[in-house]
Nanobody, 121 residues
């Protein structure tokens, strides 16, 4: 059974930082890409980052480049999203998702339950 479990969301002031974790079980990080996707109220899902674990290549949305980074810990089967310089427009539910590759329309096969990130002064 595939499970993706996110943690680390919360409330932070603008300019602050959070680190989200996605613990993966039931599939190999060597074979699957892991993406972070967010959805703000009333908006469509937005792909934030995607880690192609086979070659360690990464994609980031333009809106987060230079502020967010994604990395993995193989020993813990966990992928992280480090978010620095947070802005109010980063407020959303953040999901990790998995599939055999990074998908343009975010229609991944496997999803976590999501974790809320709120950025406000």
């Amino acid at each position: 059974q595939v499970q993706l479990v996110e943690s680390g969301g919360g409330y932070v002031q603008p300019g602050g930082s959070l680190r989200l974790s996605c613990e993966v079980s039931g599939l190999s990080l060597d074979d699957y890409a892991i993406a972070w996707v967010r959805q703000a109220p009333g908006k469509e899902r937005e792909g934030v980052s995607c880690l192609r674990t086979r070659d360690e290549s990464l994609d980031y949305a333009d809106s987060v480049k230079g502020r967010f980074s994604t990395f993995r810990d193989n020993a813990k089967n966990t992928v992280y999203l480090q978010m620095n310089g947070l802005k109010p427009e980063d407020t959303a539910v953040y999901y990790c998702a998995a599939d055999l590759g990074c998908l343009l329309h975010n229609d991944y096969d496997y999803w976590g339950q999501g974790t809320q990130v709120s950025v406000s002064s």
